[in-house]
């Protein structure tokens, strides 16, 4: 499904003139009609599913309990 940048600013939640900026630098693919500049949403799926994983991991990584560190001795 293609959408505008206008479409794509909204559900990216970002500003339109940053949407615009990422097309013309060629960040995020889009084609040109001869009227406005089309993106295909489905390029975004990935970077999704991706920002997704990479917070589970961090949120694994930071539940983690600390070990106890086996050199420790007790000074009392």
Request: overall charge negative; charged content about 20%; proline content about 13%.
């Given at each position: 499904m293609y959408l505008t940048v206008q479409?794509?600013?909204d559900y990216l939640?970002?500003?339109v003139t940053k949407v615009?900026?990422?097309v013309l630098?060629?960040?995020i693919r889009a084609i040109h009609d001869g009227e406005q500049y089309l993106i295909n949403q489905n390029q975004f799926t990935t970077h999704f599913e991706q920002v997704e994983k990479y917070r589970m991991m961090i949120l694994e990584y930071l539940?983690?309990?600390i070990p106890e560190d086996i050199d420790v001795k007790d000074e009392d």
């Open positions: 479409e794509t600013a939640s970002m500003p615009s900026a990422l630098q060629g960040r539940n983690e309990p």
